[in-house]
Nanobody, 122 residues
């Protein structure tokens, strides 16, 4: 059974930084694309960033381009989301996701973590 466990959320002031981590367990991590989504109450879960299995290609939502960076460490079975220049509108629950390709993980990933809260104060 694959498990994705996020960590690193918290409260930060606008303009600050946070780094989220998502560690996978259960099987081979290096063959799967990984992604991050976020969700606020009453709204749909929105795509934030994704990275291919090799780490050679990344994709970002327009709202976070230039501020967020996704990366992965296959040895640690962990994907990271470095979030800089945070804004109050970045406040959300952030979810890690996994899929067989970057196309899948950016649209309908079949596996999710439990989420971690990020709150940005103004």
């Amino acid at each position: 059974q694959v498990q994705l466990v996020e960590s690193g959320g918290g409260l930060v002031q606008a303009g600050g930084s946070l780094r989220l981590s998502c560690t996978a367990s259960g099987r081979t991590f290096s063959t799967y694309a990984m992604g991050w989504f976020r969700q606020t109450p009453g709204k749909e879960r929105d795509f934030v960033a994704a990275i291919t299995a090799s780490g050679g290609t990344t994709r970002y939502a327009d709202s976070v381009k230039g501020r967020f960076t996704i990366s992965r460490d296959s040895g640690k079975k962990t994907v990271y989301l470095q979030m800089d220049s945070l804004k109050p509108e970045d406040t959300a629950v952030y979810f890690c996701a996994e899929g067989v390709s970057i196309a899948v993980v950016t649209t309908t990933p079949p596996r999710w973590g439990q989420g971690t809260q990020v709150t940005v104060s103004s």
